[in-house]
């Protein structure tokens, strides 16, 4: 499969859309699929940065709403996508639910990745927000859309993962301090924290501040930091943001994707709120009692930031706080995940057939799944030979496996037709289990089955201390509608009927 990326980079919009989408098609990369962005960008630093990761990029002159961004991006996605395995990544609030649907329609997978819940609607396969405030939001998507909500989706750089294992050490007092307003920074905010440093009055302290390569105010920042009392260093888009969360003991920083950073790296941190849509976040962030958040900007004085900055340098017992509250926030699992997720999405049905034997003998022995079947004992290879080749032969069975994206085996399922009725196994490999695909292998396979046959209800029986199955044939659709007696055991009786516009 081919990812495709949809976002783009300016003064106004800032990197951090590009940027965190880096993290996704790096996974993407490292598990041999290949990746391309689409982009309306403006920097050629960040344009270099995207290619030196192997990424290709196609260059776009006009964007959503810009009816040509649509008539540019379509043909790009179809020249490749004839059979409709590929995805497409939208990351912008620009991006319109018209976009979205035409996306779709086009037969595309779409992942869309959104912070606020601004839209009216959202048409996607998977529909992601990272933030700790999503499972609270109430998003209206098509019937068939995946929410991937909250920080375990967090999407981390390849750089941050290397520190999964790091261990801060807090120090009695604050000697290094951080800066990162963002990569545009418009209003210039990290002109306003510098003045508010020089008001502490400290001058062993040493601040290194980060810019990103679209921010207009480089001269004002440097004649700035001339005058400062302290050591002082002006940063345009380093290459390894981890290695100086690792070397400061604080940070003072906007509230967008940069504080899942900070959190990983366990760094106390100040937060300025610099834009609406970063507002929740920090709230929620605050509540948690993982950073300091100093609200909106245009409420915050040089004084006001001075003052929280000296209370946190000298706070040490108040920073270790911080610091621990950030370690469990935050896993470092989030791109493998989403990962997951559209690999589930991308799942295929293909019919079993001889070569498929060994296969599910193995995955029918298993421990868990003999354990949960109504028989316990082992299956011999002659008893499953032949029970295998008579299935094969009966006209009113249909047996599928289940591929993931990667065309990966992740499962079997089976059904026995008798007239309009069919009962329904099913098992998911063990190395693939709790990973969401028997939902998927259920939702998928029932849907090929009602499209190409006159079946109007699917029936399956579970043991009634099995409630994990019990939960994904309910996640599936699936309703209980008795307890009965099934090869002599007490059981479920559940049941998926036709949908009604099939």
């Known amino acids: 499969m081919h990812l495709y990326i949809r976002a ?8 951090g859309h590009i940027m965190r989408c880096i993290a996704l098609a790096q996974t993407w990369q490292d598990q041999g699929g290949e990746v391309t962005f689409i982009s309306h960008c403006d920097n050629d630093i960040l344009k270099e940065r995207i290619q030196h990761e192997g990424f ?28 409709h395995k590929n995805w497409l990544v939208l990351d912008g609030y620009h991006f319109t639910p018209e976009y979205q649907k035409a996306i779709r329609d086009e037969g595309i997978h779409l992942l869309v990745i959104d912070d606020m819940n601004h839209l009216p609607h959202y048409h996607a396969d998977i529909l992601l927000n990272q933030n700790i405030h999503a499972p609270d939001l109430k998003y209206h998507c098509d019937e068939d859309t995946t929410l991937l909500l909250g920080t375990r989706y967090v999407l981390l750089r390849r750089e941050f993962l290397k520190y999964r294992n790091f261990k801060r050490q807090i120090q009695d007092r604050v ?12 209003d210039n905010v990290t002109l306003k924290v510098i003045e508010a440093l020089k008001l502490l009055g400290e001058p062993d302290i040493s601040v290194r501040i980060i810019i990103g390569p679209v ?17 002082a260093e002006l940063l345009t888009n380093p290459p390894n943001m981890p290695e100086l969360m690792a070397w400061a003991d604080m940070a003072i920083s906007a509230g967008g994707s940069t504080c899942w950073e900070l959190m990983f790296m366990t760094l106390p941190s100040i937060i300025l709120v610099l834009a609406e849509n970063q507002s929740a976040v920090v709230e929620y962030l605050m509540n ?9 900007i245009a409420e915050s004085s040089e004084e006001h930031i001075s003052h929280s900055c000296k209370s946190l340098i000298r706070d040490n017992i108040f920073r270790k706080y911080l610091s621990e509250q950030s370690r469990m926030l935050i896993s470092g699992q989030g791109p493998s995940l989403v990962i997951e997720a559209i690999k589930r999405r991308s799942l295929t049905l293909r019919e079993v057939t001889d070569i498929d034997r060994e296969l599910i003998w193995h995955w029918a022995n298993d421990e868990e799944t003999r354990k949960a079947s109504y028989s316990q004992a082992h299956i011999s290879w002659d008893e499953h030979i032949r029970w295998f080749d008579s299935v094969q032969r009966q006209k009113n069975h249909r047996f599928y496996i289940a591929n993931n994206g990667s065309k990966k085996p992740v499962g079997q399922i089976r059904f026995a037709i008798d007239g309009k009725d069919a009962i329904v196994s099913f098992s998911v490999a063990p190395e693939s289990r709790r990973r969401g695909y028997g939902k ?30 019990l939960s994904v044939f309910q996640k599936a659709g699936f309703r209980l509608v008795e307890n009965v007696a099934f090869c002599g055991v007490k059981s479920c009786k559940i049941i998926l009927r036709r949908p009604a516009m099939s």
């Open 8 to 15: 783009d980079a300016d003064a106004k919009i800032g990197t």
């Open 56 to 83: 290709g990029f196609i260059s776009l002159d006009y964007v959503c709403p810009d009816a040509s961004d649509l008539i540019s991006t379509l043909p790009i996605l179809n020249n490749e996508s004839v059979d």
């Open 175 to 186: 000697k290094n301090i951080l800066v990162t307003l963002g990569g545009a920074d418009p």
């Open 215 to 231: 921010n207009p105010h480089q001269e004002k920042l440097r004649n700035a930091i001339a005058s400062a009392h302290f050591e």
């Open 288 to 296: 948690n009692k993982t950073v300091v958040n100093l609200g909106r």
């Open 440 to 469: 998927e292998i259920l939702i998928k396979a029932a849907k090929k089955l009602f499209n190409e046959t006159n079946i109007k209800q699917i029936s399956a029986y579970v043991k009634s201390e099995n409630m994990l199955s």
